[in-house]
């Protein structure tokens, strides 16, 4: 089966720095995925990583070690509208075309 | 549109009752997916399509529920004598291509539609 495991909630003060951590066993890894939802909209896509290392993109930044089954996403220079949850999501491939969410992580930034 | 467009956006209905809830994805996308939303849960994989054909519906929690796609676009997701634990939020996603590919993998997600079961 697939498993992915998130913490569900962190909080952080503004303008600091959060690590968001995901470890997942899956039968395959076909890709990791990171998306933020909030609160009532439809989750929005924010990093992709298939090979092992960091990835950076704006504030965001998304590592992945395939050899560990472990990914994080860091947020720099938190901003209040950076709460939200954030997903994990996982492509086994070996002919399986499902995307694997973890629950989440519900994200608070704090003044 | 520019997105995808699900409708629709709530929907009450009694237990026993059938619902449809339709998807509309981004044109060009040739892969469509539907995922289940529950509070405080994941986003819970219900059936993948590719084209018109769904080589993955492995997600569909019973007999009561089915989906189509037709014209390699609109596909409706249907629930037959709907129960209490249906209520959910019904996300569908559509992305270029299926499986994972940088540009092409990513999945673009409708607003979704909130089923409310009484």
């Known amino acids: 089966g697939q498993n992915i495991d998130q913490p569900t909630e962190m909080t952080a003060t503004e303008g600091a720095i959060v690590q968001i951590n995901c470890t997942y066993q899956?039968?395959?890894?076909?890709?990791l995925f990171w998306y933020q939802q909030h609160a009532g909209e439809a989750p929005t896509f924010l990093s992709y990583?298939?090979?092992?290392g960091l990835e950076e993109k704006g504030r965001f930044s998304s590592f992945l070690s395939r050899s560990k089954g472990y990914s994080y996403l860091l947020l720099k220079e938190l901003q209040m509208k950076d709460s939200a949850s954030y997903l994990c999501?996982?492509?086994?491939?070996?002919?399986?075309?499902?995307?694997?969410f973890g629950k989440g992580t519900k994200l608070s930034v704090i003044p | 549109g520019a997105g995808v467009s699900q409708s629709p956006s709530n929907k009450v209905t009694e237990k026993g009752k059938d619902v449809e809830l339709r998807c509309d994805p981004i044109?060009?996308?040739?892969?469509l997916y539907w995922y289940r939303q529950s509070l405080g849960q994941g986003l819970e994989f219900l059936i993948y399509?590719?084209?018109?054909?769904?080589?993955?519906k492995s997600g569909l929690p019973s007999d009561r529920f089915s989906a189509e796609r037709t014209g390699g676009s609109v596909s409706t997701l249907t629930i037959q004598r709907t129960q209490q634990e249906d209520s959910a939020v019904y996300l569908c996603?559509?992305?270029?291509?299926?499986?994972?590919?940088?540009?092409?993998?990513?999945?673009?997600f409708g607003e979704g539609s909130r089923l409310t079961v009484l």
């Open positions: 044109s060009g996308h040739t892969a």
């Open positions: 996603a559509s992305s270029l291509a299926p499986g994972g590919g940088r540009g092409t993998g990513e999945l673009f």
């Open positions: 399509f590719q084209g018109n054909s769904a080589p993955d």
């Open positions: 999501a996982v492509y086994s491939g070996a002919g399986s075309y499902q995307l694997t």
């Open positions: 990583n298939v090979l092992d």
């Open positions: 899956t039968s395959g890894f076909n890709g």
